[in-house]
C-alpha cells in the first residue's frame, strides 16, 4: 500500500492552505500567510515564491491575491534580500527577490487597479533599488519589467515620474550598456564560473550551456526593450525629451532591435516613433543623417517593423520645419514605395506617400526652390511622372488604346512572346465584358493581325529553323504562317457562327472570306517578287509603255 504524506505541522502552510475547501477560511489563512512570510526563515520559502511566481504567470488578471496583501509581502521580501545579506546568501533566498519583482510585474501587467496597490505598498521604492543594480541583471530585468507596467497605466505614472531623473538616466545606460555587461558577467564566461541561481532561473534546472546561452541572448534582449519602453512611457507624455532625445543617445537606439528572440518589441524604432510625433524629437532626429539613413533603410526592408520606419519618415515630412532637412535623403527610399498597397494593417500605403512626398513638389517644378541633392530632385521628378503625368495620360486613354499602346511597345522592343501573351490576354478580357454585357464578341481587326504576326514570330520551330537553309527555312516559315492564319481565321468563323456577327471588328458579316483572300493574294505577290515572276498581263503593259 502507498505511504500517506506526514501531517503538517506548520501554523500557517501556504500549500495546504491553497488546499482548503472554505473560501473565506482560505482566504484568511492566506491573508496571513502574506503576512507572516517576511518575518520567518524557512528553507521551503523559495517553494512558496516558486509557486506564487507559476499562479501570477498562469492567472495575472485574478483579484484574490493582489486582494489579500501579496505586493506587501513581495516588496517586504524585496527590501529583506536587499538589506540582510546573511538571509540572502542563506539556503536559496537568493532567488526570492528575483521571483518577488517579477510577481509583481505580472499582476500589474493589465490592471490598473493592481498597479495602484502595488504603489500603495511601496512596491516602487523597491524595485529602484534593483534598478539601481544592487543585486544582478538578472534582478534588473525584472524591475525593469514591473516599474514599466507601473509607469504604463495612467493612474500611476505618477509615482514613477516622482523619480523622473534617476529612471530615465538608468533606463538610458541599461538600454547600451546591458548587452555588454550581460557578455561579461555571464554569456562569456566558462559555464562552471557561471552563478548557478542565473543558470536555474535562466533555465528551470533543466538544459545545459547551449540553452543557458540562448535564453540569456533573450533576456538581454528583453532587459534593453523594456528599458526603451519605461523610456517611450516619457516621451508619450513629452517628459525628458531633451535627455532621450540626446544624439549619441539616438544614433546607438538606430541599432537597437528586439531580435529574433524578441520579435514583438519594436525596441529603437518604437522610440524614434514616439519622439517624431513631438516637436522636440522631430528637430533632433532631423539633424541626425545616421537616424534617417537607418529609418529609410528600415523602411524598405522586409522588417516587421517596416511599417513603423514608414511612419517616422512621414511624421517627418509632413513638418514644415524640417522637411527640407528629411527630403533630401528620404526622397531617394520613398521613391520605392510609392506603389505600396497595403503595409501593417494599412491600406493605400503607396497613395499616403505620394500625397506627402509631393506636397510642394509644384515649387520645384515650376518655381525657383531648389534640393541640395540632384538625385533626389530626379527621385521626386520620377514620382511624379509615375503616379500624376502617368495617370493624366490613362485618363485620355481608354483601356483598349492603353492595351494597344503595350501590345506595340513589346513589338516594338522585339519582344514577340510579350506582345502576343498581351494580346491574347486583352482579347480574353474583352470577350468577357461583352459576354457581361449580352452583347456579341467582337475581335478588332489590328488585334487579329498583330496575333498572326506574333504567332508567326514565336514559332517553337522558328530558332531551329534559323539553322537550316535559307530556302527550306522560308518555305517552312511561310507554309506555317499560313497554317496559323487559317487556323486563327477557321476560330472566327466557328465564332461567327455561334454570334451570328463578323469576328472582326467593322466587317460585316459573310465578308471574312474577302479577308482570307486578300491575304492570299498578298502572300501569291511576295512569292512572285522572290522567284522574279511577273502576273498575268505584266509583260504586255511593259511593251505598251515602251512603245
Known amino acids: 500500500m502507498p505511504s500517506k504524506e506526514p501531517p503538517c505541522n506548520k501554523l500557517y502552510c501556504f500549500f495546504c492552505t491553497m488546499k482548503e475547501p472554505e473560501p473565506s477560511l482560505r482566504r484568511a489563512k492566506l491573508a496571513h500567510c502574506f503576512k507572516e512570510l517576511p518575518l520567518r526563515d524557512d528553507p521551503e520559502d523559495v517553494l512558496v515564491l516558486s509557486g506564487l511566481w507559476s499562479i501570477a504567470m498562469t492567472q495575472p488578471d485574478d483579484p484574490e491575491f493582489p486582494s489579500l496583501g501579496i505586493f506587501e509581502c513581495m516588496t517586504k521580501l524585496i527590501q529583506k534580500g536587499i538589506n540582510d545579506q546573511n538571509w540572502l546568501l542563506k539556503d536559496q533566498n537568493i532567488y526570492i527577490p528575483y521571483y518577488a519583482a517579477h510577481i509583481i510585474g505580472s499582476y500589474t501587467m493589465n490592471r490598473a487597479d493592481f498597479a495602484e496597490r502595488t504603489v500603495k505598498a511601496g512596491a516602487v521604492l523597491a524595485l529602484l533599488e534593483l534598478l539601481r543594480g544592487k543585486m544582478s541583471w538578472v534582478e534588473q530585468r525584472a524591475a525593469v519589467r514591473a516599474l514599466g507596467h507601473v509607469a504604463g497605466h495612467d493612474n500611476t505614472f505618477q509615482a514613477i515620474a516622482a523619480h523622473e531623473a534617476e529612471i530615465v538616466d538608468l533606463a538610458m545606460e541599461i538600454s547600451c550598456n546591458c548587452i555588454a555587461e550581460i557578455d561579461k558577467d555571464f554569456v562569456g564566461v566558462k559555464r562552471r564560473k557561471r552563478l548557478k541561481y542565473h543558470r536555474d532561473l535562466l533555465t528551470r534546472g533543466h538544459g545545459g550551456a547551449e540553452l543557458e546561452n540562448r535564453k540569456a541572448e533573450e533576456w538581454a534582449s528583453q532587459l534593453q526593450c523594456w528599458s526603451l519602453y519605461i523610456l517611450n512611457c516619457f516621451a508619450c507624455k513629452q517628459r525628458s525629451l531633451n535627455k532621450i532625445c540626446n544624439k549619441d543617445f539616438l544614433n546607438k537606439l538606430c541599432q537597437i532591435w528586439g531580435g529574433l528572440v524578441n520579435r514583438n518589441s519594436p525596441a529603437g524604432i518604437g522610440l524614434i516613433r514616439t519622439l517624431c510625433e513631438t516637436k522636440a524629437g522631430r528637430e533632433n532626429i532631423a539633424n541626425s543623417k545616421e537616424v534617417l539613413r537607418s529609418l529609410c533603410n528600415v523602411s524598405r526592408s522586409s522588417d516587421d517593423w517596416q511599417f513603423m520606419a514608414i511612419d517616422c519618415l512621414l511624421l517627418l515630412l509632413k513638418d514644415p520645419v524640417v522637411r527640407n532637412q528629411v527630403i533630401d535623403i528620404a526622397a531617394l527610399y520613398l521613391v520605392d514605395l ?146 496559323q492564319l487559317q487556323e486563327m481565321l477557321l476560330m472566327m468563323k466557328k465564332t461567327d457562327v455561334k454570334n451570328r456577327i463578323s469576328p472582326v471588328k467593322g466587317v460585316p458579316a459573310g465578308e471574312g472570306q474577302l479577308v482570307e483572300k486578300r491575304w492570299n493574294r498578298k502572300l501569291e505577290r511576295q512569292e512572285r517578287r522572290r522567284k522574279g515572276t511577273r502576273p498575268r498581263g505584266a509583260t504586255r503593259l511593259a511593251n505598251v509603255k515602251m512603245v
Open 338 to 483: 510609392v506603389e505600396l498597397r497595403s503595409l501593417g494593417g494599412r491600406n493605400r500605403v503607396g497613395e499616403e506617400i505620394t500625397q506627402i512626398i509631393l506636397k510642394d513638389y509644384h515649387r520645384i517644378k515650376y518655381g525657383n526652390m531648389k534640393l541640395k541633392s540632384r538625385r533626389a530632385e530626379k527621385a521626386l521628378e520620377e514620382i511624379w511622372d509615375l503616379k500624376v503625368e502617368k495617370r493624366k495620360r490613362e485618363k485620355l486613354m481608354s483601356e483598349e488604346e492603353l492595351k494597344q499602346r503595350e501590345v506595340l511597345a513589346y513589338d516594338m522592343k522585339g519582344l514577340a512572346r510579350e506582345s502576343l501573351m498581351d494580346c491574347l490576354m486583352f482579347i480574353n478580357g474583352r470577350m468577357r465584358s461583352e459576354k457581361r454585357h449580352l452583347k456579341g464578341v467582337k475581335i478588332p481587326y489590328y488585334a487579329a493581325r498583330m496575333i498572326n504576326k506574333q504567332m508567326n514570330a514565336t514559332w517553337l520551330f522558328g530558332d531551329v529553323q534559323t539553322k537550316n537553309c535559307e530556302i527550306s527555312e522560308e518555305g517552312k516559315d511561310k507554309s506555317n504562317g499560313q497554317f
